[in-house]
């Protein structure tokens, strides 16, 4: 019986990672088992920080592995798209920006699509298929090695490529924020590409919906309070609004439409 538990929870825990929630009602039918075989693993899963629970299921809460890209693509998603609006509403044309590696990210990019006279240096290749063809920007790519994860240029070279600049915004996204203000991520590599990007930039915005508050994640990026805006789509956490404050990090949210 120890087994088949076992078995069941490791089950769970990679149709999570798959797709970001899980649901109880489609778990029970996919693992044959009764509702509340499920929900006592689920329960089960949240005491040991695995998961945690939300009405009718669960999502992920691993602190050393990050979702899979495509699964981060769907989570949230109508929060990340008008993040990505308002944070394109802060950037004026004529002006020059670093985008990161990021679904947020990519939304913010997708905003800014139709613009004009923009500069625009990213170590990600979705950015590029969505800003590319426009003639009124101009796209320089970030070199170094691309990880087919999720088509982001990282590594050392990298870094050194985007010292080579001094940018009007830097537009960044993070795994997890702490309440103290800590930002966090997964993967060094991408770390010390956004830790490049946020020292060589006039002004940093932070693009991150209200999922990462509180998340746990490994790997330092850097504090709020490097960052001069916070855009999410809603700020749910007292304690890091007062750090915000602290800082003088202007806070925009944004509401979701859809």
Known sequence: MAGAVADRHKAILEIARQTGKVTVDVLAER????????????????????????????????????????A????????????????????PDKASIFINIG???????????????????????????????????????VGGRVRQ??????????????????????IIGASAIDEDGTLLDFDM????????????????ILAADRSKLGRPAPVRIGHISEVDVFATDHMSSPALAAVCEAHGVRIVEAAATA
């Open 31 to 70: 693992l044959d088992v009764t509702p509340q075989t499920i929900r006592k693993d689920l329960n089960d899963l949240s005491a040991d920080s695995l998961l945690a629970r939300v009405h009718g299921g669960a999502v992920i809460t691993s602190g050393i592995d990050n979702l899979t890209y495509e």
């Open 72 to 91: 981060r693509r769907v989570l949230a998603k109508a929060e990340k798209q008008a993040i990505g609006e308002v944070v394109a509403a802060l950037i």
């Open 189 to 204: 590599n991408e770390v010390q590409v956004s830790q490049a990007i946020i020292h060589n930039a006039r002004q940093v």
């Open 103 to 141: 679904t947020t990210t990519e939304e913010v990019a997708r905003a800014l699509a139709t613009r004009r006279k923009l500069l625009v240096i990213t170590n990600n290749l979705n950015v590029v298929d969505l800003l590319y063809r426009n003639p009124d920007i101009e796209v320089i790519v």
């Open 149 to 170: 994860v999720d088509r982001a240029s990282v590594g050392a070279f990298a870094v050194e490529f985007i010292k080579s600049f001094k940018v009007d915004f830097a």
